[in-house]
């Protein structure tokens, strides 16, 4: 992966943008999305998605914190994180399945996922920007079923940092 590309995806997770990854991004991650869908943070469902970014936390944590001082820097991120990402991208992704299952459901999901649209908004309120979350959520639903599942969603992310564009 080049470094722009790096530079990109480290900029994803650090949602703050101070500098460096830490638990703080991935509770502003839950808060962003828990508004974007007008979701208490006490209800079930906000609940889960808190408990789905403290386990993702922890799992990027584990792979890529290298001297424990509970942040990843962009050096950690690159050596650990991205390493971790080429060997082995679906294990890699398993960190995000809880956040992600949460996340759909609190976009409104059903057995078979969200709506192209419900999808698109989590993106955005993510972060991203409008034409890149249109055309990753085209990406996501794969088989133009117009739904994005949680394994859809699982697989995406993986794809997002393994995939050349
Ligand atoms: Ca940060
Ligand atoms: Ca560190």
């Known amino acids: 992966m080049d470094e722009r590309r790096i530079a990109d995806r480290f900029a994803g997770f650090d949602q703050d943008g101070n500098g ?9 991650a839950a808060k962003a999305l828990l508004a974007e869908f007008s979701t208490t943070a006490r ?3 906000g609940q889960a998605l808190f408990a789905g970014a403290e386990a993702f936390w922890q799992g990027m944590a584990g792979i890529a914190d290298v001297d424990g001082d509970q942040r990843v820097t962009r050096g950690e991120f690159v050596t650990g994180a991205v390493k971790r990402l080429r060997d082995s991208p679906e294990r890699f992704a398993e960190i995000a399945r809880p956040f992600l299952r949460a996340g759909l459901a609190v976009a409104g999901a059903d057995e ?13 309120a993510l972060g991203a920007a409008d034409d890149a979350a249109q055309e990753a959520v085209a990406a996501l639903d794969a088989d133009g079923d117009g739904r994005i599942s949680e394994d859809d969603a699982v697989q995406g992310f993986a794809r997002y940092f393994t995939v050349p564009e």
Do not use: M
Request: glycine residues 8%; charged residues 40%.
């Open 20 to 28: 460096y990854i830490d638990r703080e991004d991935f509770y502003v």
């Open 43 to 45: 209800c079930d469902k």
């Open 112 to 124: 078979t996922g969200v709506g192209s649209e419900a999808a698109r908004r989590v993106l955005k």
